[in-house]
């Protein structure tokens, strides 16, 4: 080890030249990442003030009074992660550090110094699965820097003795080796580079050799994640990893400027400014994200959401992070170092209801930005490539009524055998069928496929987009389209096209947890008082079924969801599908749609 982390720094040192330094400008004092002495007269004054700050201190209280009696991390690994115990601590520290350092209360200091001591213990943070490395780094880093003034010098030692040995010392070596990671577009770059980052910030001035290194390293890395927000912020690994990868990045970045005054330039990347926007549009009025990939579909706080707001001057970013709180997700010490009392609604701002995020080829459409009641559709095309992406291409999500009707069943058990491996296809919530898009022959789409936008149409009454398929199906179709929209903010319509040079089964579906009746041509699905009736329009020989979703041991057995299909009785060589969902509210009329589909 010793051997590589000198070859490192000294090719390091040659590749930037001497007088290049990334540490030049480093603050010498304690603390000196992310949130500075001076800042915390303003977050007392706004718990003192505004009262959803206020609300997220008391929230943050409560747990750090529930973490006096919660017992200290322990070396526990779930598969080949210890990442479980890593996010335990990080949270801990984060959220003890923080209510010290603005109220004092010496009870803080001491659990979390017990936290800290007790992942000191472990006999490494599990390298070989990076994450975790990186997340206990961060944690201690947060330690380390907040609580320094108030450590002795014993606990000054040892705290950065596990810093640097079971965090900065394998992150050298993983840049020495260029781990998957070092040249990767998606989360573990933002995550592995953001915490060992962040590490070496925080004992810059007695390792400055190491840490000065490190920084090089990391800002050359970074960027290669952050160019997949181009061009307009949007992330092809889904809203959770969204979330997990920006969240690093905002954590590396607040960082830099707060301990050498500068980000690098790193914020200049072409998208990232609109980054903000893509969560905003991912959410629906149902509470639940478009969650394609390996995501869950509940929109919990995201605090680097307050900071970009701040960053960009975009309030609406600020207005989401603040609905999310009121309604009470759980914060996080960020959500109050970072929170922005300022927000507007994006109808106030005037976004449009619709947006299409190119870089990863999905889109948004709803009836209204104020209405929890609002009609919202998301649509995916993209990369079966992408990480954690799903077979899914075509698929789509659908609220109204505040009820999810068309839902994605998300994520399964990363410890599933081969769920990251030659298994993963086999799996029911990875493979197609899982999805709410059109089944071929009983097949998969090709993993290897991708799926462009090649039109839309935006309007007051009437809102569409068009996807190409083809290319997913491309072993047993010519062409494949589809167009989905929403018809005067009540009604849903989907229209698939296909043709073949021989007769395939086409089975149309889309995975719900409602109530459904069926009777031919049309069905009834029923879920907290509201009705979203389905026809199909043509060809009037289908019929709807409904179809199981059950998945056998190990896998989620996806209680409660079932499948609505269309079936049109025998193969076809060509198909033109046209289906139409229209919303109210149960024992009231079907609205009348005047407006015709078509464009």
Same mark, same amino acid.
């Given at each position: 080890?010793?051997?590589v ?9 040659l590749a ?5 330094d990334?540490?030049?400008?480093? !603050?010498?004092e ?8 001076s800042?915390?007269?303003?977050i007392?004054?706004l ?11 008391a ?5 750090a ?22 996010r ?16 004092g209360k ?10 800290l !001591? ?8 599990n390298p ?6 990186a997340?206990?780094t ?8 907040w ?6 010098? =014993? $606990? ?5 003795a ?8 394998p992150?050298?070596?993983?840049? $020495? ?17 953001g ?23 990391a ?25 997990y ?29 609109r ?9 629906g ?8 990939a ?5 929109v ?6 307050f ?10 970013y ?8 009121e309604?009470?997700?759980t914060?996080?010490?960020? =959500?109050?170092?970072?929170?922005q ?8 701002d005037?976004?449009?209801l ?13 009836s209204?930005?104020d ?6 559709v998301?649509v ?6 992408a ?5 899914d ?12 009707w ?16 030659r ?30 936008i ?20 491309? !072993? ?31 089975l149309?579906?889309?995975l719900?947890?409602?109530d459904v ?31 199981s ?19 049109l009785g ?5 198909m033109?599908?046209?289906l ?11 609205p009348?749609?005047?407006e015709?589909i078509?464009?």
């Amino acid at each position: 080890m010793t051997r590589v982390i000198a070859g490192l720094m000294a090719a390091a040192a040659l590749a930037w030249g001497a007088t290049d330094d990334p540490l030049k400008a480093l !603050r010498r004092e304690h603390p000196r990442l992310i949130l500075l002495d001076s800042d915390l007269d303003h977050i007392r004054a706004l718990i003192q003030q505004n009262p959803l700050a206020h609300k997220v201190h008391a929230d943050l209280v409560k747990e750090a009074e529930r973490l006096m009696t919660t017992p200290p991390v322990e070396y526990k690994l779930v598969g080949p992660r210890l990442l479980a115990q890593s996010r335990h601590c990080l949270e801990r520290v984060y959220t003890l550090a923080l209510l010290y350092r603005l109220d004092g209360k010496q009870p803080y200091l001491e659990r979390a110094v017990r936290e800290l !001591r007790a992942a000191a213990e472990f006999k490494d943070w599990n390298p070989s699965h990076f994450l975790d490395t990186a997340e206990m780094t961060h944690a201690f880093a947060i330690g380390y820097d907040w609580l320094y003034p108030a450590l002795s010098q =014993d $606990e000054r030692t040892w705290i950065r003795a596990a810093l640097v040995e079971k965090g900065l010392n394998p992150g050298l070596a993983a840049y $020495e080796t260029q781990a998957s990671w070092v040249g990767s577009r998606m989360n573990w770059n933002q995550v592995c580079n953001g915490g060992i980052g962040i590490g070496a910030l925080a004992v810059a001035d007695e390792e400055p050799d190491k840490s000065r290194v490190l920084i090089r390293n990391a800002l050359e890395s970074l960027p290669r994640a952050l160019a997949a927000y181009a061009p307009d912020g949007g992330w092809a690994e889904g809203p959770g990893y969204w979330h997990y990868g920006t969240s690093y990045a905002v954590y590396f970045i607040a960082a830099l400027e707060s301990a050498l005054g500068t980000d690098f330039g790193l914020t200049a990347a072409k998208g990232f400014d609109r980054t903000g926007r893509f969560r905003v549009y991912f959410s629906g009025p149902s509470g639940k994200a478009f969650n394609y990939a390996d995501a869950h579909d509940h929109v919990d706080p995201a605090a680097e959401m307050f900071w970009l707001a701040h960053r960009f001057m975009e309030p609406v970013y600020s207005w989401q992070e603040q609905r999310i709180l009121e309604a009470g997700g759980t914060p996080d010490a960020l =959500d109050l170092i970072w929170f922005q009392p300022e927000g507007r609604s994006p109808k106030q701002d005037g976004w449009p209801l619709e947006a299409i995020f190119h870089g990863v080829q999905v889109t948004f459409l709803r009836s209204a930005w104020d209405d929890p009641d609002a009609i919202f559709v998301g649509v995916k095309g993209g990369d079966n490539k992408a990480n954690h992406s799903h077979l899914d291409l075509g698929s789509f999500v659908l609220d109204g009524g505040g009820v999810r009707w068309a839902l994605d069943a998300g994520a399964d058990d990363y410890n599933l055998p081969g769920y990251f491996g030659r298994q993963r296809w086999a799996y029911y919530r990875m493979r197609t069928e899982a999805h709410n898009t059109v089944v071929i022959d009983n097949e998969n789409q090709d993993p290897h496929a991708e799926a462009g936008i090649t039109g839309h149409l935006f309007s007051p009454g009437l809102s569409w987009v068009e996807l190409d398929l083809t290319h997913a199906y491309a !072993r047993r179709l010519k062409q494949f389209h589809r167009k989905i929209g929403i018809v005067q903010g009540q009604q849903v319509f989907v229209e698939d096209s296909l043709e073949s040079e021989q007769p395939v089964e086409a089975l149309w579906g889309m995975l719900t947890d409602a109530d459904v009746a069926l009777n031919g041509q049309t069905a009834e699905l029923q879920k907290n008082g509201w009705t979203l009736s389905a026809e199909i329009l043509s060809p009037r020989h289908a019929v709807f079924d409904v179809a199981s979703a059950f998945a056998p041991a190990p896998q989620a057995s996806n209680p409660g969801v079932k499948k609505l299909v269309v079936r049109l009785g025998e193969k076809v060589t060509e198909m033109d599908l046209k289906l139409t969902f229209t919303l109210h509210r149960t024992g009231q009329p079907k609205p009348k749609i005047t407006e015709k589909i078509g464009g």
